[in-house]
C-alpha cells in the first residue's frame, strides 16, 4: 500500500503543478480536473465561485454528511515565477535524489496531492467521522478564496470538529501564528517646476515622514518581547515594503505612495497597530500638507487582512494533531495561514501541519522531498483509522 500510495501522490501532484495557478490568474482548470478526479471515486464536491467566474473553492465531504467531521484544508494558487532563475520549468515536475521540483510542490500543492490521493483509503473503510477536504484559491494574495467558503461552511447546520491545514511544517504542530494588516497610503502633494520648489508640496518627503514613525514604532515593538515566546521573531513586527513616487528631477512631486505592513501577535493587534498610525498620520502629516494646499493630502486603503492563530496548547485539536503525527512537540509561526479564518469566521479550531519546510516556498527550484509527503501520508491514514473508529 505505501508504495501505491506514494506513486499516486507523485501522480497527482505532477498534474496539480502542471496547471499555471499564479494568483492572478483563473484555478478552474484545476478544479476541473480535481472534480474529475473525485468524480471517478463516486465522490463530488460543492464548488464556491468567487464573483468574476474565474475562481473557485471546493468543498468535499467524505464519509456521512450528517456529522461533524474533521477537515484537511489547502489552497491551490501559487506566487510568480517571474525574475526568478529556475533551471527547469517550473510548471512541469522534476524528481532528482527523491526531491520532487516544482512551482506550489512545497506551498501547498504537495499536501493537496496527499489529501486526493488517500481519498481511496477514505473510501475502503467505514468513516464514522466524516472527513472534510477545502479546497480554496488566492491565499496567496490575502487569504481571499478560503472567506466565501468558510461563509458557507458557517451556514451548514452541523459544524466541524476541528480542522488541520496543510502549510510546509514538516509536519511539526503550529499551534500559532501572527496576524496580518496591510495598508497603503497615496500621498496628494503639488506639483511645481523644481526651481521653485517652496511652491509646490513634496509628496515623497511627507510620505518620508510617514516611513520615519513606521520605523519608530518598530523598534518599540520590538523591544516589546513575550517572555517564553514560541516564536522564532517574539515579538510583534511593523515595517515599510513599498514606496514609490515622483516623475522627474526638476519635478516636485505630487504622487507617493507607500505600503507598510503589521504582523502581531495578539489576534486583533495587527489592525490595532496599523490604525493607530493612520490616526497619527492624518493628526500629524495630514493638517500640515492641507495648510500649504488644500487638496493635498492622504488617502489610506486596507490591502490585507487576516487575524493571528492562537489555539491552546491543550486543545482537542492539538492533541489529536500530535497523535496523527507522532510527536509531542508544537510551535508557533510568524508566516500566517487560513487556519485563523476557520477559526474567526467559521468558529473551527484549527491548528497547522504539512509536508515540506518554509524555506522552500516562493523560491527559484522550489521543491518538497518525497519521504515529506510520504510522512503526509501516514498523518492522513492515521487521521482515517480514527475517523473509522469514530
Not at 164 to 192: N, S, W, Y
Not at 230 to 241: A, F, I, K, Q, R
Request: with cysteine; proline share 6%; aromatic share 6%.
Amino acid at each position: 500500500m505505501p508504495s501505491q500510495r506514494s506513486e499516486r501522490i507523485r501522480t497527482i501532484l505532477a498534474k496539480l503543478v502542471g496547471f499555471d495557478t499564479i494568483s492572478d490568474r483563473s484555478n478552474l482548470p484545476l478544479i476541473d480536473y480535481i472534480e474529475g478526479y473525485l468524480d471517478t471515486l463516486g465522490i463530488s464536491a460543492e464548488r464556491i465561485v468567487d464573483e468574476t467566474g474565474q475562481k473557485a473553492s471546493l468543498w468535499v465531504t467524505v464519509g456521512p454528511a450528517d456529522k461533524p467531521g474533521l477537515v484537511l484544508s489547502g489552497h491551490t494558487d501559487v506566487v510568480p515565477v517571474a525574475g526568478q532563475d529556475w533551471t527547469h520549468d517550473p510548471f512541469a515536475l522534476i524528481e532528482r535524489n527523491s526531491k520532487l521540483y516544482g512551482r506550489g510542490t512545497t506551498d501547498m500543492k504537495g499536501f493537496v496531492a496527499v489529501c486526493l490521493a488517500m481519498v481511496p483509503e477514505m473510501l475502503a473503510v467505514d468513516l464514522k467521522t466524516p472527513i472534510n477536504l477545502a479546497i480554496s484559491y488566492d491565499e496567496e494574495i490575502g487569504c481571499v478564496g478560503v472567506r466565501p467558503m468558510l461563509g458557507e461552511v458557517a451556514k451548514k447546520p452541523i459544524k466541524p470538529l476541528g480542522c488541520f491545514v496543510g502549510e510546509p511544517t514538516r509536519m511539526q504542530v503550529i499551534i500559532g501564528h501572527k496576524g496580518k494588516h496591510g495598508v497603503r497610503a497615496t500621498f496628494r502633494g503639488l506639483a511645481r517646476h523644481s526651481s521653485i520648489a517652496p511652491d509646490g508640496v513634496n509628496a515623497i518627503e511627507y510620505a518620508a515622514e510617514l516611513i520615519s514613525e513606521i520605523r519608530r514604532r518598530a523598534a518599540l515593538l520590538a523591544a516589546d518581547v513575550e517572555p517564553g515566546s514560541l516564536y522564532d521573531v517574539p515579538h510583534s513586527t511593523l515595517l515599510t515594503s513599498i514606496v514609490h513616487g515622483g516623475a522627474a528631477l526638476n519635478i516636485v512631486p505630487d504622487h507617493c505612495v507607500v505600503e507598510f505592513e503589521c504582523r502581531g501577535i495578539g489576534i486583533t493587534e495587527s489592525r490595532e497597530v496599523t490604525d493607530a498610525i493612520i490616526a497619527w498620520a492624518k493628526a500629524e502629516i495630514e493638517p500640515a500638507m492641507r495648510a500649504r494646499h488644500p487638496e493635498c493630502g492622504i488617502d489610506f486603503e486596507e490591502i490585507l487582512d487576516y487575524p493571528a492563530l492562537d489555539t491552546r496548547a491543550d486543545a482537542a485539536i492539538v492533541t489529536l494533531a500530535k497523535q496523527l503525527a507522532g510527536r509531542n512537540d508544537h510551535a508557533k509561526v510568524a508566516f500566517g495561514t487560513e487556519a485563523s479564518l476557520f477559526v474567526d469566521m467559521a468558529d473551527v479550531p484549527s491548528v497547522v501541519i504539512g509536508p515540506g519546510g518554509i524555506a522552500q516556498a516562493h523560491t527559484p527550484d522550489e521543491f518538497i522531498e518525497m519521504s515529506q509527503l510520504e510522512s503526509c501520508g501516514e498523518f492522513v491514514a492515521r487521521l482515517i483509522a480514527h475517523c473509522a473508529k469514530g
